[in-house]
Each structure stands twice: as structure tokens, then as C-alpha cells.
């Protein structure tokens, strides 16, 4: 079995900042990319950032300049630095990543149980 498992979620005050990590754990042969999503009350899932295993990085263009993604491959931990955060930011954080459990898998993709962030105005 493979699980994501998200930490450093919490409430910050506007202008604030916090840093997210997801672990990758199990049985993992390769990570092809890994990413963070949010969604907010009543809206959709949407992406914030993603990075992949040859280190290409995209953004929305919402977070561009105030959030940054990381990985560490070794630990299959993928990191996001969120910096002069804003109300609009609140949401419930995601972890994703497309791997494969053993060389001749399929790519699939999973998902993290979720991380509340919560910024206030």
C-alpha cells in the first residue's frame, strides 16, 4: 500500500506563513511527480503547485512569487513553503503524486488525506 501523509497545516494570521510536507510511504519503485492542491468550502479542487521527478516547477498564478515547491527524493517528501499568506489562501491542502509501485505498474495517482489551512484578515 502507498500513503501520502501531510503535516504543517494550522491558522495564521494575513501576511503570515506556514510550510507543508507530505510524506510518500510504502511500496514505492518511482515518484514521476509530486504536487499540492486546495479546496476551498464549496469550490473545486484546484491545483497550487507542482514539481516533477526532473525538477520542472509550475504555479498557479495565484501563489506565483509567494509559494514555493520542493522535493526531497531520497525521503519521497515533497515540501510547500507558503509565505505572506492570504485569507484567499484558506483551504483544505491536498498532496499528490503519480508513482508506480513496481517497475512494469501503471502510473497511478494518490491522494493525501488533507491539511487545513486556515489565514486570517
Known amino acids: 500500500q502507498v500513503q501520502l501523509v501531510e503535516s504543517g497545516g494550522g491558522l495564521v494570521q494575513s501576511g503570515g506563513s506556514l510550510r507543508l510536507a507530505c510524506a510518500a510511504s510504502g511500496s514505492i519503485f518511482s515518484i514521476n511527480l509530486m504536487a499540492w492542491y486546495r479546496q476551498a468550502p464549496g469550490k473545486q479542487r484546484d491545483l497550487v503547485a507542482q514539481?516533477?521527478?526532473?525538477?520542472?516547477?509550475n504555479y498557479a498564478d495565484s501563489v506565483k512569487g509567494r509559494f514555493t515547491i520542493s522535493r526531497d527524493t531520497a525521503q519521497n517528501t515533497v515540501y510547500l513553503q507558503m509565505n505572506n499568506l492570504k485569507p484567499e489562501d484558506t483551504a483544505v491542502y491536498y498532496c499528490?503524486?503519480?508513482?508506480?509501485?513496481?517497475?512494469?505498474?501503471?502510473?497511478?495517482?494518490?491522494w493525501g488525506q488533507g491539511t487545513q489551512v486556515t489565514v486570517s484578515s
Open positions: 499528490n503524486a503519480n508513482l508506480k509501485k513496481t517497475p512494469r505498474d501503471w502510473t497511478r495517482s494518490y
Open positions: 514539481i516533477t521527478s526532473d525538477n520542472f516547477i
